[in-house]
């Protein structure tokens, strides 16, 4: 089953500012597109649940904190964040 994915406005803004303050940015390309690829097919079984319904998951060097809507087959990635 495919979710559909959805980035934030906060989110978006956080990889632009990664994106534009960082040297490596083909990793930061690179894990974007990986991490929205992972949610797509299976967000579930990619990330790490933090709470209900609320996962992270870990593509270096970003980590991306989203909300799975099963009733809607979304996510909602909400927040992105440098990881070391």
Known sequence: MKY???W???ARSEVAAEFVS???KV???DATYQIDRALESD???SGEQLSEGLYYIDRPPLRAI???REDTNRVDV???RRIR
Do not use: C, F, N, Q
Request: aromatic share 4%.
């Open 27 to 29: 990793a930061i390309i």
């Open 4 to 6: 559909e994915v959805v």
């Open 8 to 10: 934030e406005d906060d």
């Open 22 to 24: 960082g040297s490596d």
């Open 66 to 68: 989203y909300l799975i």
């Open 43 to 45: 967000p579930i079984g």
């Open 78 to 80: 909400g927040r992105i």
